[in-house]
């Protein structure tokens, strides 16, 4: 029974990993403050670089990369914060999304309290930045990274687009 429960759990995130719904754009007042909040957070430019936010049956991708792939000084900072946010992740600190959306980001509670042999967070450098894959066979814990990915979504809607699975990458090509 409890290999059904799942399995049947697994197939409903799956399905609704399916279908690809935009995250609703936040306020132009709550974008402002996320804008400011965000830049004592992440020392990249938010204007030079793209947040990638991609849904998959088991978690997500989250890339960041920039739009001028010479920008040297730019990649470094992502991967530098990619990096950092990831080892906390790990440990279940939460505190840096926190910091810019709030406490109550969906998906977080779920998140700060999974076991971190449930939750894996795999960091990885791209040529134009980083990126962070988040996975899980706990369809509770997929559900929560994916409405952490529609909040990002939301509050970064003038810097973030939504990917798409197995074409992730497509920003890199710009």
């Known amino acids: 029974m409890k290999n059904f429960l799942t399995l049947a759990g697994l197939l409903i995130v799956a399905l609704t990993t399916m279908v690809?719904?935009?995250?609703?754009?936040?306020?132009?007042?709550?974008?402002?403050?996320?804008?400011?909040r965000g830049?004592?957070?992440?020392?990249?430019?938010l204007e030079q670089t793209t947040h990638v936010f991609s849904k998959t049956a088991?978690?997500?991708?989250?890339?960041?990369?920039?739009?001028?792939s010479k920008n040297a000084a730019q990649i470094q900072l992502i991967r530098q914060h990619l990096a950092k946010i990831s080892a906390e992740f790990k440990k279940g600190d939460f505190s840096n999304p926190e910091k810019i959306h709030g406490k109550e980001m969906p998906g977080l509670a779920v998140l700060r309290h999974t076991k971190s042999e449930d939750f894996k967070v795999d960091y990885q450098t791209l040529p134009n930045g980083a990126?962070?894959?988040?996975?899980?066979?706990?369809?509770s814990v997929i559900a929560a990274i994916h409405q952490f990915f529609d909040a990002q979504l939301s509050d970064h809607a003038r810097h973030?687009?939504?990917?798409?699975?197995?074409?992730?990458?497509?920003s890199m090509h710009q």
């Open 58 to 68: 088991q978690g997500g991708l989250q890339q960041v990369v920039v739009k001028n």
């Open 39 to 45: 830049s004592h957070v992440m020392p990249f430019d």
């Open 20 to 36: 690809s719904y935009a995250a609703e754009k936040a306020s132009e007042k709550r974008l402002d403050e996320v804008v400011e």
């Open 160 to 170: 973030a687009v939504s990917g798409h699975e197995g074409h992730a990458n497509h």
């Open 131 to 139: 990126q962070i894959n988040y996975s899980s066979k706990q369809a």
